[in-house]
């Protein structure tokens, strides 16, 4: 990859070169139907930036998909411009704040649970039918349960009541006793650190320019982070 920046294809509508070559101050949202190339008018209003003698370095583009953000690299062809998931952001700034943790992984947590909880040899008939069970649930539905844990961990963390799901307390076990964090993790802990010191001196007024593909997908939460970089 190269730092050499693209020219803004001639091939956009006259409504779409409006939105590239926005020049206002304010925020601006671009909406239209899958397939219409609002991706590709994000794309062409950062080259659009870049051209008119933008830094790179002032600008983040997120998306919500590790193949999104390679594609987004080769279109924008800028190593300088930093593109990114907001999970790989979160980890990038714990790390950098020296927060390090391993990443957790819910079929890890799984194989985890059949080692810790196994019965004993000497055990009941009704104890080890209860934890067959158990397991059996967690492998046919490993992104239920994986899904209401997180969505209990956000309401946690912004304070709101809602039902334990099944296994939470033996997931938050797993991840004391590996030292782990996961996606939810990461988001909850840089969400915190927003309000800090650490974040104002190394984030709040890092970028001039913010993108975010796929708008619609990101979470009350995320957007917070989002907002608190400008």
Not at 98 to 113: E, L, P, S, T, V
Not at 170 to 176: D, G, I, P, R, V
Request: charged share 30%.
């Amino acid at each position: 990859m190269t730092s050499k920046t693209k020219e803004v294809k001639s091939t956009f509508t006259p409504e779409q070169i409006k939105f590239i070559k926005h020049n206002g101050p304010e925020s601006i949202l671009l909406t239209a139907t899958a397939g219409s190339g609002k991706t590709s008018c994000a794309t062409g209003r950062l080259i659009w930036l870049l051209n008119r003698g933008v830094r790179p370095e002032k600008i983040i583009f997120f998306s919500f998909t590790n193949d999104a953000v390679d594609e987004l690299r080769s279109r924008i062809n800028n190593d300088k411009v930093e593109i990114t998931t907001i999970h790989s952001f979160c980890l990038s700034a714990l790390a950098r704040s020296g927060k390090f943790k391993n990443i957790a992984d819910f079929h890890g947590f799984i194989r985890w649970f059949k080692k810790k909880y196994k019965p004993k040899a000497n055990a009941k008939w009704e104890e080890i039918t209860r934890f067959n069970r158990m397991v059996e649930k967690l492998e046919e539905e490993p992104e239920y349960y994986a899904s209401q844990i997180s969505k209990f961990k956000i309401m946690q963390a912004e304070n709101t009541k809602g039902r334990m799901p099944d296994f939470f307390i033996a997931y938050s076990n797993f991840l004391k006793s590996t030292n782990s964090r996961d996606f939810v993790d990461m988001l909850i802990e840089v969400h915190r650190m927003k309000d800090g010191k650490y974040w104002e001196n190394n984030y709040q007024h890092k970028y001039d320019y913010v993108f975010v593909d796929e708008y619609q997908d990101t979470s009350s939460m995320q957007m917070r982070i989002l907002l608190a970089l400008k």
